[in-house]
């Protein structure tokens, strides 16, 4: 039986901290209620519940549009950073970009998890990350490419602004963000659909969906 890496602390997932989409919600940031950019990263929590290996399903809840988004993930040791993992990040579709709430980013099984936590000396340390790009195909076709060299923070710049504010601990995951597409959004999910995230020097994450069960 193969045994996958699972999260063994909090994991973390990081908005707006991709170029693109950073534009692209900048003429919003002086609206009210916040009427400024943000100065710290902001971040939202993937709860236990919502962890899934690879090999096994994520229902989707009936009426309601899901997205799904690449991301990679900086594994915490007693010293800091010592690895990295690709995630699946599901979500429902919302509007309140700002402050998901726990319902949209919460529901169980929302969050494929990597078969495998590489060791960032593997990768060329933290620096390394830049050079990776993350990509997406659904049911075998191509989606999305998602280029680490377009963080608004790179993974140092992000350990140590957040590091301003909370300290994470051994096993803690903090992700470093998704990509949305051209137009804003983020690719579609539904029932029968697959759902494969890669990057050179990770094995792939595979995750299907189907339609969830109601009792």
Not at 178 to 202: M, N, Q, Y
Request: hydrophobic content about 45%.
């Amino acid at each position: 039986m193969n045994i996958h890496w699972m999260p063994e602390g909090t994991v973390y997932g990081t908005l707006l901290n991709f170029r693109r989409e950073h534009a692209l919600w900048a003429p919003r940031m002086n609206e009210p209620p916040y009427k400024a950019a943000p100065n710290a990263p902001v971040l939202y929590i993937k709860t236990a519940n919502t962890f899934t290996p690879i090999g096994h399903g994520i229902a989707l809840p009936v009426g309601q549009p899901v997205a799904v988004a690449a991301s990679l993930g900086l594994v915490m040791g007693a010293t800091g950073a010592v690895g990295a993992v690709l995630f699946n990040d599901v979500a429902i579709v919302h509007d309140s970009y700002y402050r998901p709430p726990v319902k949209f980013q919460c529901v169980d099984g929302f969050l494929g998890v990597g078969p495998e936590c590489v060791p960032l000396q593997r990768l060329g340390g933290l620096d390394g990350l830049a050079g990776l790009q993350l990509e997406m195909r659904i049911n075998g076709v191509h989606r999305q490419n998602t280029a680490l060299a377009e963080l608004v923070r790179d993974a140092a710049t992000l350990l140590a602004d957040v590091g301003e504010f909370m300290t994470l601990q051994p096993g803690d995951v903090l992700m470093l963000g998704s990509d949305c597409l051209p137009d804003g959004s983020r690719p579609l999910v539904h029932a029968g659909d697959t759902v494969e995230i890669s990057a050179t020097g990770f094995k792939p994450v595979v995750h299907s969906f189907h339609a969830e069960v109601l009792s």
